[in-house]
């Protein structure tokens, strides 16, 4: 069975919608979005220019789709508009908002707000690129589409509906931008046939006592050509991307009381409980039984 990575965390994330909202606007205009978690905007119409801190500017186009992962810094501008002009959109209907001047809309959008139900949901996020640009994809659109209309309906089964939904946009979004021009991170490692081989052997045996050269076999490359090729397109070294993955398991299984820590230890590849604890506790900041408590003290 071909293991799917991208499906693996998106399952682990839980995603569900928390704010969806059609936008107009009036040039000039300019707007910085609250940050309340992982962002998505399908551009119907116009063009715009997103600046995000430590990123340059990116412009984008009626048709283009944007995600974000994590919640960010970032503000969204009007072409030719200056980009401290910074308006509150105001809520002309339910759902419906309008920022800028009183003229005839130049620009629409579709955006939202999405939340994970995973606890410490950074260690996966941190796995996936920072941002996420797709272009002419009506597949996408139209996803944002349903959810926009799915959250203001009062259907049966709303919230399984919207959490399907969110899941399938965000795998066709990581799907859609795979590739060279994507930024360094899982999805640039699996569209490289070589690297993807390693990926997918990580993920689909974490119990493994992988090493740098083992891997490097897999990809059929010699250890300091994966060793380079890998951080260079993935963005971290190997062993510690294994091991975000690892944790990102072990996070789960620790959710789920009927385990023992002995018994995860194995699952993720540990040979003893008290060196996967020590792991545990130097990558998360606590211990697995620590993490444990929190967990179910939060519930």
């Known amino acids: ?38 962002f998505y905007a399908a551009l119907l119409e116009g063009d715009v220019e997103l600046s995000m801190k430590g990123h340059s500017p990116v412009r984008l186009s009626g048709g283009d789709f944007i995600l974000m992962p994590a919640s960010t810094d970032f503000t969204v501008t009007g072409v030719a508009s200056p980009s401290d002009l910074v308006l509150d959109p105001i809520e002309i209907s339910p759902g419906v908002f309008h920022v800028g001047g009183p003229g005839e809309p130049d620009t629409r959008m579709l955006v939202g707000y999405c939340s994970f139900g995973t606890h410490d949901a950074g260690l996966l996020v941190s796995l996936l690129p920072s941002q996420v640009i797709v272009r002419g994809e009506r597949r996408l659109t139209t996803l944002v589409e349903l959810l926009n209309d799915e959250t203001r309906a009062a259907r049966p089964a709303r919230d399984a509906v919207l959490a399907h939904l969110l899941e399938v946009l965000l795998i066709e979004a990581f799907r859609a931008s795979k590739g060279p021009a994507a930024a360094p991170g899982l999805l640039r490692g699996l569209a490289d046939e070589r ?44 062993m510690e991307y294994l091991l975000g993955w690892r944790m990102a398991l072990a996070k789960d299984f620790l959710r789920d009381e009927r385990l023992t820590i002995a018994e995860i230890a194995r699952r993720v590849g540990y040979s003893s409980q008290s060196t996967f604890s020590v792991a545990f506790a130097r990558s998360v900041g606590a211990s697995p039984t620590a993490y444990a408590r929190d967990f179910v003290a939060a519930e």
């Open 1 to 38: 069975m071909l293991i799917d990575p991208v499906g693996q965390i998106i399952r682990l994330l839980q995603p569900s919608a928390s704010f969806s909202k059609f936008v107009t606007a009036t040039s000039p205009w300019a707007v910085r979005p609250p940050g309340e978690g992982p």
């Open 195 to 238: 690297l993807a081989a390693a990926l997918r052997c990580m993920h689909g045996e974490p119990t493994r006592s992988w090493t740098v050269g083992e891997l490097a076999r897999k990809a059929a490359l010699s250890r300091s050509t994966f060793f380079d090729r890998f951080k260079r397109e993935v963005g971290v070294a190997p």
